[in-house]
Nanobody, 115 residues
Framework: QVQLVESGGGLVQPGGSLRLSCAAS????????IGWYRQAPGKERGLVAR???????IYGDSVKGRFTIARDNGKNTVTLQMNSLKPEDTAVYYC?????????WGQGTQVTVSS
């Protein structure tokens, strides 16, 4: 079992920055893949960024060059630094982990980009 808790969402103006954090607990040694997904109203949930085995970071096309994902194994956290935010980044952001073939999701945190 893996538990995920997100934090750091909020309201920010276009061009601003936010930092999301995902705290993981449970059987962390089994986590092979961890990252962030987002879902805007009326749209499907999609990849923002994830870290796969080997520590390789994979980004969605719309966030490349603006967002950075990092995993801190000592603190059991995964952070998402979001810069140059745009209104189209508005969504609920979810942390997701893959462990022993099972998917685990956090409860989500709202990010709103608006002036």
């Amino acid at each position: 079992q893996v538990q995920l808790v997100e934090s750091g969402g909020g309201l920010v103006q276009p061009g601003g920055s936010l930092r999301l954090s995902c705290a993981a607990s449970g059987r962390l040694s089994n986590i092979a893949d961890i990252g962030w997904y987002r879902q805007a109203p009326g749209k499907e949930r999609g990849l923002v960024a994830r870290i796969v085995p080997g520590g390789i970071a994979i980004y969605g096309d719309s966030v490349k060059g603006r967002f950075t994902i990092a995993r801190d194994n000592g603190k059991n956290t995964v952070t998402l630094q979001m810069n140059s935010l745009k209104p189209e980044d508005t969504a609920v952001y979810y942390c997701r982990a893959v462990a022993l073939g099972l998917l685990y999701w956090g409860q989500g945190t709202q990010v709103t980009v608006s002036s």
